[in-house]
């Protein structure tokens, strides 16, 4: 009688993982992608999205892609937005500059570059700047 009940308790489980595994593959698929749209997709309730992705990202720090969180909605950020957003800020480049590079990548305020640098200094993942912003604007405005 136990053993049915400890099979049913960890079958129940299951759907759970493999839910995860799923939003996991679906979420590589996109650059950029918030909460809400995939709460539509998946015709999920937007609470149990959100309570998802929560739980990646607790698991994130070792992982290349990112996940923040900005005005009560988690928004996903595929690994190359990130090696992007890495690549210029390491170069020096300002928000707006940084802003301007990740358009192509669907990054549309300087809130979210703060959002994604503020969420990779914490992680730790964010190393320091190669050339400061104020090197990179003498070095631009002497070019000239």
């Known amino acids: 009688m136990t053993g049915i009940t400890l099979l049913l308790f960890l079958l129940s489980f299951v759907p759970s993982l493999m839910f995860k595994r799923k939003l996991s593959k679906f979420l590589k698929r996109f650059y950029k992608i918030e909460d809400e749209l995939i709460a539509r997709k998946f015709k999920k309730t937007l609470q149990k999205i959100q309570d998802d992705m929560f739980d990646l990202s607790q698991k994130q720090a070792k992982k290349d892609w990112l996940i923040?969180?900005?005005?009560?909605?988690?928004?996903?950020?595929?690994?190359?937005?990130?090696?992007?957003?890495?690549?210029?800020?390491?170069?020096?480049?300002?928000?707006k500059e940084i802003l301007d590079n990740l358009q192509e990548f669907k990054v549309t305020t300087r809130a979210e570059i703060k959002a994604i640098k503020d969420t990779l200094v914490k992680l730790n993942r964010l190393s320091e700047r190669e050339i400061s912003v104020k090197e990179h604007k003498d070095k631009q405005r002497f070019e000239l």
């Open 68 to 95: 923040t969180f900005l005005n009560k909605q988690y928004i996903f950020y595929h690994e190359k937005t990130i090696a992007k957003f890495e690549e210029v800020y390491n170069k020096g480049f300002s928000e």
